[in-house]
């Protein structure tokens, strides 16, 4: 009776660390939220008080972006199937998923850096420029972070038991920072893009 008093209790303890993990991380996307907020407000008054937006040859391209909108996006809910592989306890499929989820980050930052090189301006040519970069940027920057947590998980997998469908905090966030990734570039995508083909 002592045993399984003892036992229950190290779970609860165990469950509570899991949970405070897990609260830690979402009151830091809160806080990237607030910052990446300040950055699209910015952009929307410099775009609201300018006659032309974006300035003359400083045009943005739809092409490559919309692919990788598609790319990212679509990653969410590739991600989820590993989050959904592990609650079975199926480890090797939850890899399979991840392995795949970090492919299309890296092909998305891979097409970011191409749109980079191709656009013909810099981030100094003007506001819209500046904004643009540091946006992006910015982003691209937590897309890496992510690419690496997920990297992570799955360097932790390997070890035999590390992850199970009872015990699997780390990749559950793994899966919210990369949500909160995309959430962010459909914003990004839609002001910087979308919105400049009606001003």
């Known amino acids: ?27 830091f996307l809160a806080s990237e939220s607030l910052m990446f907020g300040g950055f699209f407000a910015t952009y929307l008054f410099f775009r609201g008080i300018t006659e032309v937006w974006p300035p003359e040859n400083t045009e943005v391209e739809l ?13 969410s809910f590739v ?12 480890v090797k499929g ?40 540091l946006m992006t940027g910015f982003h691209g920057l937590h897309v890496f972070i992510g690419l690496l947590l997920i990297l992570g998980v799955l360097w932790r997998s390997r070890r035999p038991g590390h992850y199970s469908a009872t015990k699997h905090v780390g990749i559950e966030m793994a899966e919210i ?21 009606f001003k």
Request: proline share 1%; aromatic share 14%; hydrophobic share 50%.
């Open 1 to 27: 009776m002592a045993i399984a008093t003892s036992s229950a209790e190290n779970h609860a303890e165990h469950s509570e660390h899991q949970d405070l993990r897990v609260l830690g991380l979402l009151t």
């Open 63 to 75: 092409l490559l972006p919309t692919i990788n909108t598609i790319i990212l996006v679509s990653s």
């Open 79 to 90: 991600i989820h199937f590993g989050d959904a592989a592990i609650k079975r306890n199926d």
């Open 94 to 133: 939850m890899q399979r998923w991840y392995t795949i989820t970090a492919i299309m980050g890296a092909v998305f930052l891979l097409g970011q850096v191409v749109e980079y090189l191709t656009l013909g301006y810099g981030m100094t040519t003007n506001v819209f420029s500046n904004c643009f970069y």
């Open 177 to 197: 920072y990369w949500h909160f990734v995309d959430i962010i570039w459909i914003i990004l995508f839609s002001l910087l893009y979308i919105l400049s083909l």
